[in-house]
């Protein structure tokens, strides 16, 4: 490879730079057209000139750089103050708290504000959470007083941007929503890459906290509605979100329910492609996944939904696995029953499936597993559209927002256009919850939808 | 098919999205038996629709016009050494694409002196790799591909330059977007046409076993349609056209050739031939939204630097 690599270099530089073709075939494409070469020498000849090719480049490099809208020939340096360029100095320490949780809401800093792109236009106000490469705080515009989620990247000096940033501000960039959160700014220092969101007041995981037990099945409609709408419109977009969780939907005041932490999204390209397969909470992650698949499509951020569904109706997660990979699996395998050949064709074939590793369960109703599904019409039904373990058969966001469980839910949200709130239709209202919940009750144990682990070993064996 | 961009707002296309998707469904009906799969066909189809809508505002047009000394043989150059690049570090072909993307992009907003016209090259890269790859390549290692010309804080300053002229805008639609996109679209529809099921890479559910050599053939037109995409990278010539016009015309080209080759062989090749009749036939329906004459202008100009480039894309012909 090394002798690979000094062949690529060179051969560049010296084409590049001494213009002589001898070695080079190997990686150079013959040019069809030829009309940019005519002046390719007198451009080239000055670099000739220099005798060390090295220092030549470098020095080249701090200087080479002119931007065509300054239509000057002043040359403007990498350094320039304008372009607030990453330096060397940035800090970089590692906390790892895998909660991140983002809380930004309505505002509207307008983008074309005068100050926009300035980190004085914001004023940092308390921490609201810390996450292994970033640190969200709440703020406060200076333009016009509205408050927005700053998430403020610290810059490694090892390997420049963090790609985790890079993801999240090109996608969200593009995404333009009523249910995906907004990304209003992003500021560039020194040290740091701060991404400007719009500040929502509470996320899922807080308001279930808040309201245990389940919530009021029309506010559960009204969320599924607007969480299946988000999807769907990213997935039209070749986006999977790949970390659905409660924590990562926030939820308005009103009931608006928005996408957040785009930061392990990517855009989806070649199917065959292999994705990390450690990117899912445990909670939330499909049993294809679990099984080391890495053809991750569409289907994989629609078992989080259905997840996430089940923990809005009964309260209680629906899959809490305890321990580790092989734990979670059997939670899942306990109440959708051990996969086959037939009920998925090619799970034998999945890295870890091993056939003697799971004890053989058959399928159940899922209302046996949680009981609550039961008193809402066509939840369970929609429920075990979600969680199928085949993800082939898993029903899309497109598709399950079709679904009768959506019936009862006036027509007119299906003409809303992308930037329009569900709740911008007149009848729409979020319900008050009946329970609310000051500290944390051990409900959570208590209700059937949580298996204790003694129970799940010896039940059904076969 | 023009599209009327000025009507489309930057959040949804969703005026144009349902007219094709339906035709799609007409074509799949048959196969009721696949209708989860045909889910995700629609999904692939409304995706296309959207990426073929936002090529628009990704193409970077005479990206060369204003450089000074940056010229097309200097971009081709460096576009020859990024592909031998990518290879080394068995990226995948988006990465690739992207990289020439920003590169391109980049350039359309700042004057670039010659000797650190390879410095962007890696930058670009190393952008488009955390954009799109698991892993990307570690900053040292591609400077040391660079035989260290340059350092570490020149190559993060200028990854940071570059975010910013582009804003942070880097999901631009890719040739391997395309590519992967009418190949997978060919080949379920000739799928449907035998009545039979082309079994894709990684898919052990299906049952259906092709025959070895209707496989090779498959196998052998996706290389080289992809190598033909390859190549229009590295050629500035191309940059004017959208990648769905190049990819489709190199998918007219990949046939053509290979057709040529089968007629010219002694060996009766008769599944192939078979597979590759069924193919072209879908070249006469329109397969995507491109005018007709800018792909057949486009093809005329690939066949030209296919026919320069002999000797690397030979043995994907003649294999």
Not at chain 1, 130 to 141: C, N, R
Not at chain 1, 400 to 428: C, G, W, Y
Not at chain 2, 228 to 250: G, H, M, T, W
Request: hydrophobic content about 35%; overall charge positive.
């Amino acid at each position: 490879m090394k002798k690979l690599r000094r062949t690529l270099s060179e051969s560049f530089r010296r084409v590049a730079l001494k213009k002589e073709d001898g070695g080079f075939d190997e990686i150079c494409v013959s040019k069809m057209s030829t009309r940019g070469c005519q002046g390719s020498d007198s451009l080239f000849r000055p670099l000739d000139s220099i005798p060390e090719e090295r220092r030549a480049r470098v020095q080249r490099t701090q200087s080479g750089f002119e931007p065509f809208d300054k239509h000057t020939s002043q040359v403007k340096r990498v350094h320039s103050e304008n372009n607030a360029c990453i330096n060397a100095s940035g800090s970089n320490t590692h906390a790892e708290s895998p909660k991140l949780r983002r809380h930004s809401s309505p505002s509207s800093v307008s983008p074309t504000s005068p100050k926009f792109g300035k980190v004085d236009s914001y004023e940092k106000l308390e921490k609201l959470g810390e996450g292994s490469y970033a640190t969200v705080y709440k703020g406060k515009s200076k333009v016009n007083g509205k408050l927005v989620a700053l998430k403020v990247i610290r810059l490694q000096e090892e390997e420049g941007t963090p790609f985790t940033a890079i993801r999240e501000a090109s996608l969200l960039k593009g995404l333009k929503h009523a249910n995906i959160v907004l990304l209003h700014d992003i500021i560039h220092t020194k040290e740091t890459l701060t991404l400007v969101f719009e500040y929502v007041h509470t996320d899922l995981c807080r308001y279930m906290d808040k309201h245990s037990g389940g919530l009021h099945p029309e506010n559960v409609r009204l969320f599924l509605f607007q969480l299946l709408r988000g999807l769907s419109y990213i997935h039209q977009r070749f986006i999977l979100h790949r970390d659905l969780k409660p924590q990562n939907l926030l939820i308005s005041e009103t009931g608006e329910l928005k996408l957040a932490d785009f930061g392990l999204a990517r855009a989806k390209s070649v199917p065959s492609h292999t994705y990390s397969n450690e990117v899912v909470t445990l909670w939330y992650r499909p049993p294809d996944v679990l099984l080391g698949s890495t053809e991750y499509s569409t289907c994989l951020d629609m078992w989080g939904v259905g997840c996430i569904f089940i923990e809005m109706i009964q309260g209680v997660a629906a899959f809490p696995g305890m321990k580790d990979v092989q734990d979670q699996l059997e939670r899942i395998f306990l109440v959708l029953g051990t996969p086959s050949e037939e009920t998925w064709p090619g799970v034998h074939s999945l890295p870890h499936f091993k056939p003697d590793r799971f004890p053989v369960y058959s399928a159940k109703k899922l209302r046996q597993a949680w009981n609550k599904l039961g008193h809402v019409d066509h939840a369970e039904d929609l429920a075990s559209r979600f969680l199928q373990c085949f993800p082939k058969k898993r029903v899309s966001a497109q598709t399950a927002l079709q679904h009768e469980f959506f019936n009862q839910l006036t027509s007119k949200l299906r003409e809303i256009s992308d930037m329009s709130s569900i709740f911008s239709v007149p009848s729409l209202k979020l319900q008050p919850e009946s329970n609310i919940t000051n500290i944390k009750t051990h409900s959570k144990g208590a209700t059937c939808g949580c298996f204790p682990s003694v129970f799940s070993q010896d039940e059904e064996k076969t | 098919m023009r599209v009327n961009m000025s009507t489309l707002s930057d959040s949804g296309f969703e005026e144009d999205l349902h007219s094709p998707a339906e035709s799609r469904e007409q074509r799949a009906r048959p196969r009721a038996r696949l209708s989860a799969e045909r889910l995700h066909c629609d999904y692939d189809e409304s995706c296309f629709i959207i990426q073929t809508h936002k090529q628009h505002h990704f193409q970077a047009r005479d990206c060369l016009a204003r450089q000074p000394q940056i010229t097309a043989e200097a971009r081709c150059k460096l576009v020859s050494w990024l592909l031998a690049v990518y290879k080394h570090f068995k990226l995948s072909f988006e990465s690739c694409c992207l990289a020439v993307n920003i590169m391109d992009r980049f350039l359309v907003t700042t004057s670039v002196a010659a000797d650190c016209f390879q410095l962007l090259g890696v930058t670009s890269l190393l952008i488009a790799t955390k954009h799109v790859e698991v892993c990307s390549p570690r900053i040292k290692q591609l400077l040391s591909l660079c035989c260290d010309a340059f350092s570490r804080e020149q190559l993060c300053n200028l990854e940071c330059l570059v975010l910013l002229r582009l804003n942070f805008r880097l999901a631009a639609p890719t040739l391997a977007f395309f590519l992967d996109y009418f190949i997978s679209r060919e080949l379920s529809r000739y799928a449907i046409g035998t009545e039979e099921k082309i079994p894709d890479e990684g898919n052990n559910c299906r049952s259906w076993k092709a025959p070895e050599e209707q496989l090779f053939s498959v196998k052998r037109y996706k290389c080289l349609a992809g190598k033909v995409c390859e190549l229009s990278l590295a050629d500035y010539a191309f940059n004017k056209y959208r990648p769905s016009v190049i990819v489709q015309s190199a998918l007219n080209l990949a046939k053509d050739l290979l057709r040529r080759q089968l007629k010219e062989s002694s060996v009766k090749h008769t599944s192939s031939s078979e597979t590759l009749d069924f193919l072209c036939g879908a070249d006469n329906n329109s397969q995507g939204l491109d005018d007709h004459t800018l792909i057949q202008q486009c093809t005329q100009e690939l066949k030209l630097l296919v026919s320069l480039n002999q000797e690397s894309i030979q043995d994907l012909i003649t294999l």
